[in-house]
């Protein structure tokens, strides 16, 4: 199984924080390939500069020791990201369906707006 971590969920792993339940903590750990985007280090990069997160270590450092993946973020991306619905406000979470759908990735989200669109989603 391929999974794309949406950025809190990211965040919740590396915090060990209770919000990520069993199924997704279970499918995280046991996934062949597990993504983190490109569009979740940007995230994450301007909370950090606002102040409004801390992170324990350097992104590099936190997706190498969980032998996760970065994503980049392609011009299939883009194009994809194009054709989707605006059922999210967020630009970043469209991109990550936009990814996902590329990819033929299973989303691993908290954010029920992510369910609108035809991905694979595994919920916390």
């Known amino acids: 199984m391929k999974l794309l971590l949406d ?10 924080d209770r919000r990520l339940g069993k199924d997704a903590r279970r ?15 940007w995230e994450a990069t ?8 801390r992170l324990p270590e350097p ?3 936190t997706l190498a020791a969980d032998d996760f993946l970065e994503l980049p973020i392609t011009l299939r991306h883009a194009d994809e990201l194009g ?11 469209r991109l990550l369906v936009a990814q996902a759908r590329v990819e033929g990735a299973t989303i691993v989200t ?13 919920w916390t």
């Open 83 to 93: 054709r989707l619905p605006r059922h999210h406000d967020d630009p970043a979470d």
């Open 46 to 53: 301007l909370k950090v500069a606002k102040g409004r997160l």
């Open 110 to 122: 908290h954010d029920r707006a992510i369910g609108s669109y035809d991905v694979r989603v595994i």
């Open 59 to 61: 992104m590099p450092v």
């Open 7 to 16: 950025t809190h969920v990211l965040l919740w792993w590396v915090r060990d």
């Open 27 to 41: 499918a995280i750990a046991t996934a062949n390939l597990v993504w983190v985007s490109a569009v979740s280090g």
